[in-house]
């Protein structure tokens, strides 16, 4: 059974930065895939990033591309999700999420079994 803890979301004005961490406990965090979720409110979950278990393959949505980054530290057991150019557009909960099995489509939430509670991250334009 693995615990996900993320924290770093906060209020931040349009344009500012954040960084996201998930701290991981309670299996080996190197054999899994992490990714990050956010669920905007009034909306559904959607898959914003995920980072392959040695960290060689990151994957992110269109929206996020070229301004948020996906990393980890394996001995730390840690991912963090460092998103600079924010937009009110990213407003919403952040979740993190771990996935112990082979998927093809690790932008599906299906593909993970383990979720973090979420961090809020508000954007004031």
């Known amino acids: 059974q693995v615990q996900l803890v993320e924290s770093g979301g906060g209020l931040v004005q349009a344009g500012g930065s954040l960084r996201l961490s998930c701290a991981a406990s309670?299996?080996?965090?190197?054999?899994?895939?992490m990714g990050w979720f956010r669920q905007p409110p009034g909306k559904e979950r959607e898959f914003v990033a995920y980072?392959?278990?040695?960290?060689?393959?990151?994957y992110y949505t269109d929206s996020v591309k070229g301004r948020f980054t996906i990393s980890r530290d394996n001995a730390k057991n840690t991912v963090h999700l460092q998103m600079n150019s924010l937009k009110s557009e990213d407003t919403a909960v952040y979740h993190c999420?771990?996935?112990?099995?082979?998927?093809?489509?690790?932008?599906?939430?299906?593909?993970?079994?383990?979720w973090g509670r979420g961090t809020q991250v508000t954007v004031s334009s």
């Open positions: 980072i392959s278990w040695i960290g060689s393959t990151t």
């Open positions: 999420a771990a996935g112990g099995s082979y998927s093809a489509s690790w932008y599906l939430s299906s593909a993970y079994e383990y």
């Open positions: 309670g299996g080996t965090f190197r054999r899994y895939t």
